[in-house]
């Protein structure tokens, strides 16, 4: 397994739109191994491909305290929602940045697992915002983008400004 390179906003290759996987085979399920081996070792609950540079619809999640409750889900698509959540966000393209974003509060998505079997999540809570986070990355979305255009200018600056620090 490895460590992948997470892209970090505002990279424009966090706008792409991620195809549909047509077929499910050992080359996703590494990638899903890799994106969780990434995902924890960041630490995370929610990895899009998307966000290591992979424009396909692959998300996983895991909003356990324990960190054994992967869940895959390739495909995925919201066929229900309700209700309203304001919750703090953060993203692991966006480090250090936590805002509050409106969502829905429960969802059910359908989308196939790692062995490419048809399932259906009924989710709330985390749960439900991170699968949504996670499904507007595969939309070519960052949950920043949901914020004024002043809040966005600002962290585009405070990024910006971190970078240099960096080098």
Sequence with gaps: MAI????????ERLHKVAKKVLQ?????????RNMAETMYAAPGVGLA?????????IIIVDVSETHDQLKVLI?????ASSGDSDCEEGCLSVPGIFETVRRAARISVRALDENGKIFTLDAEGLLAVCVQ???????GKVFVEYLSQLKQARIRAKLKKRLRETM
């Design 133 to 139: 986070h996670e499904i507007d990355h595969l939309r």
């Design 24 to 32: 499910v085979d050992e080359t996703t399920r590494k990638l899903v």
């Design 49 to 57: 491909a998307t966000q290591v540079d992979v424009h396909e619809q």
């Design 4 to 11: 992948l390179k997470i892209l970090q906003y505002p990279d």
């Design 75 to 79: 495909n995925p698509e919201i066929i």
